[in-house]
């Protein structure tokens, strides 16, 4: 972490991200990542952000999933949880009504989860929100280290960037 964050650091001068988000009981929380999109990109949800956004590290890090270590934080505060539906923008209105119909923030946003497997991002908030709702609905232990282990592991995809120039 000590040397992701010095090389982010050296190509943005300010490695930590910090966005707020949507968490249990829909109550907000500033999530941390480390940096991976230029200082001048806008607070999207990444399916909608420009690949030409990335930064060299940053494609880097996001694909070995190292940028998400700083949610740890947010584990130790109690914000998030290892295994959960990842935490939705305010902005991502469609997203936040269709988990609303599903209950899915009755518990702690996650690292990881189910559909982070499967690899279904936000720009599917329908379909994540069935997963969500899943995967709220039958966790137990075995789930959630199968889940954890499997992320570790390397399956699933993460945030999909838009392709486009």
């Given at each position: ?85 990842r ?59 199968t ?13 999909r ?5």
């Amino acid at each position: 972490m000590i040397i992701t964050f010095f090389l982010c650091y050296l190509e943005s001068k300010k490695p930590i991200f910090v966005q707020k988000r949507v968490g249990k009981k829909l109550k907000p929380f500033y999530l941390y990542k480390f940096r991976t999109l230029k200082l001048d990109t806008p607070s999207l949800s990444t399916h909608l952000i420009n690949i030409d956004s990335v930064t060299k590290f940053g494609k880097f890090i996001r694909s070995l999933k190292i940028d998400e270590l700083p949610q740890l934080v947010n584990v130790i505060k109690g914000e998030m949880s290892l295994v959960g539906p990842r935490p939705c923008l305010y902005n991502q209105k469609k997203l936040i009504y269709e988990r609303k119909k599903n209950n899915v923030f009755s518990v702690k946003p996650g690292i990881t989860g189910l559909a982070q497997i499967k690899g279904v991002d936000m720009s599917k908030p329908e379909y994540l929100s069935i997963l969500d709702k899943q995967m709220v609905s039958n966790l137990n232990s075995r789930k959630y280290f199968t889940y954890l282990l499997l992320t570790l592991f390397g399956k699933g995809i993460g945030d999909r960037l838009n392709l486009s120039k």
